[in-house]
Structures are given as structure tokens and as C-alpha cells.
């Protein structure tokens, strides 16, 4: 995966993530979980910097599971 693909994905997840705050779409729905599964096969310090913040998002209960 090529370094554009890789902030490609980044930005996707954020979105994603916000997607998922704002209610937009649910967790199960929005496909995030294969995104960072990809993500930490590829860049897994990234997947370290950007799953803490997820799992926050997850257990705040403000979302549609």
C-alpha cells in the first residue's frame, strides 16, 4: 500500500468515525472495523494512535449500534 493509500485510509476512518458520532450511520453499517483491520496490517502504529479514540467512541453509548 502505497503512503497516498495509507492517508487515504486514515481520512476515511475519521470520517467514518464522525459518521458514527454524529449518528449518521451505525457502527455495524459504516464498515470501520474492516477498515481498521486493513490498517493494522499495514500501519500498525497508526492502528496504536487511532484505536483508543474509536473504542472511546464505542463505549460512550451515544451511538447506533
Keep these: 500500500m502505497t ?3 495509507l492517508r487515504k485510509l486514515e ?3 475519521k470520517s467514518k468515525m464522525t459518521d458514527i458520532r454524529e449518528r449518521r450511520v451505525s457502527v455495524k453499517d ?3 472495523g474492516a477498515m481498521l483491520n486493513t490498517l493494522k496490517k499495514v ?4 492502528y496504536e494512535k487511532i484505536l483508543p479514540e474509536y473504542k472511546l467512541l464505542v463505549t460512550s453509548g ?3 449500534k
Design 3 to 5: 503512503e497516498r493509500e
Design 11 to 13: 481520512i476515511t476512518i
Design 30 to 32: 459504516s464498515g470501520i
Design 43 to 46: 500501519d500498525e502504529a497508526l
Design 62 to 64: 451515544n451511538v447506533i
